[in-house]
């Protein structure tokens, strides 16, 4: 069975940082991409950042480049996202999501088609 | 990179169709067919309802379908039941500004 479990959230203040980790289990974790999504509060999803299986690609939604880095450890199975000079706009659940394929097998699908995921953890970004 | 553009919210009586729409441009929605849509009961995860346009995940009742006329997006589902009063979301791969996926605003279904 598929797991994907996120941790890391919290309050920050106003231009401070944050590292989320995504916890995989029950699939090949190196075979496929995997995004990050998010949802403010009442708020609907967005795109964040998306990485290769191998860890060698990565992109960005335009609201978080030069502040985000998304990375993994596939000997970890773990997925991270590293947040930096955070805003009160960033305040929101981050989701982790399998993607269905790695770029090499489906590149377009990697960004769309979302086959996993977890249930999300809560950031802040207030003082 | 700008949202796709659904309709905030549609309704329908049990067992009617309904159908919401998900706009885009050349670069995103009508340059590929990959697009796909999510549902979302409050406080949940989203689930993935259709990818590729009109391919449905083993699992996803046959209730649900979807399709696509140059940039707009449909996701279209006949028979509706209580279960299927959600949030849904279409998401595409773009070119716009940069590469990446870009998520419509969001459609809140109402069963009457």
């Known amino acids: 069975e598929v797991q994907l479990v996120e941790s890391g959230g919290g309050l920050v203040q106003p231009g401070g940082s944050l590292r989320l980790s995504c916890a995989a289990s029950?699939?090949?974790?190196?075979?496929?991409?995997m995004n990050w999504v998010r949802q403010a509060p009442g708020k609907g999803l967005e795109w964040v950042s998306i990485?290769?299986?191998?860890?060698?690609?990565?992109y960005y939604a335009d609201s978080v480049k030069g502040r985000f880095t998304v990375s993994r450890d596939n000997s970890k199975n773990t997925l991270h996202l590293q947040m930096n000079s955070l805003r009160a706009e960033d305040t929101a659940l981050f989701y982790c999501?399998?993607?269905?394929?790695?770029?090499?097998?489906?590149?377009?699908?990697?960004?769309?088609?979302?086959?996993?995921w977890g249930q999300g953890t809560l950031v802040t970004v207030s003082s | 990179q700008s949202a796709l553009t659904q309709p905030a919210s549609v309704s329908g009586s049990p067992g009617q169709s309904i159908t919401i729409s998900c706009t885009g441009t050349?670069?995103?929605?009508?340059?590929?067919?990959?697009v796909s849509w999510y549902q979302q009961h409050p406080g949940k995860a989203p689930k993935l309802m259709i990818f590729?346009?009109?391919n449905r995940p083993s699992g996803v009742s046959s209730r649900f379908s979807g399709s696509k006329s140059g940039n707009t997006a449909s996701l279209t589902i006949s028979g509706l039941q209580a279960e299927d009063e959600a949030d849904y979301y279409c998401?595409?791969?773009?070119?716009?500004?940069?590469?990446?996926?870009?998520f419509g605003g969001g459609t809140k279904l109402t069963v009457l």
């Open positions: 999501a399998k993607a269905s394929h790695d770029f090499w097998s489906g590149y377009y699908a990697a960004f769309s088609t979302f086959d996993y």
């Open positions: 029950g699939f090949t974790f190196s075979s496929y991409a």
């Open positions: 990485i290769s299986g191998g860890g060698g690609s990565t």
């Open positions: 050349s670069s995103d929605v009508g340059g590929y067919n990959f």
């Open positions: 590729e346009v009109s």
């Open positions: 998401v595409s791969y773009t070119t716009i500004t940069t590469l990446g996926g870009v």
